[in-house]
Nanobody, 121 residues
């Protein structure tokens, strides 16, 4: 029973910073790559950042490069997204995701319920 629980969202002013967290359970966390996605009202869900199982490689959407940093602590089964220089267009529900291969079924995505980040003055 995979569980992903996001936290740390809230209201922040433009130019400010926020760190959101995702606590994972129900699987061997250190064996899986993790990702952060976001979705604003009326828009498609988009990939924000990804990190490999050991944290040796990361990738980012062009819109957040240089501002956001994804990291993980495998001892705590937690993945983080540090968001700096926030803009109003970053306002979204932020979701944590893991992709797992299930025999006979294939690749299956597991999602948290999300944490809301609002950037406004």
């Amino acid at each position: 029973q995979v569980q992903l629980v996001e936290s740390g969202g809230g209201l922040v002013q433009p130019g400010g910073s926020l760190r959101v967290s995702c606590a994972a359970s129900g699987f061997t966390f250190s064996n899986y790559a993790m990702s952060w996605y976001r979705q604003a009202p009326g828009k498609e869900r988009e990939l924000v950042a990804g990190i490999t199982s050991a944290g040796s490689s990361t990738n980012y959407a062009d819109s957040v490069k240089g501002r956001f940093t994804i990291s993980r602590d495998n001892a705590k089964n937690t993945v983080y997204l540090q968001m700096n220089s926030l803009k109003p267009e970053d306002t979204s529900m932020y979701y944590c995701k893991v992709r797992k291969f299930i025999p006979t079924l294939g690749f299956t995505d597991y999602w948290g319920k999300g944490t809301l980040v609002t950037v406004s003055s």
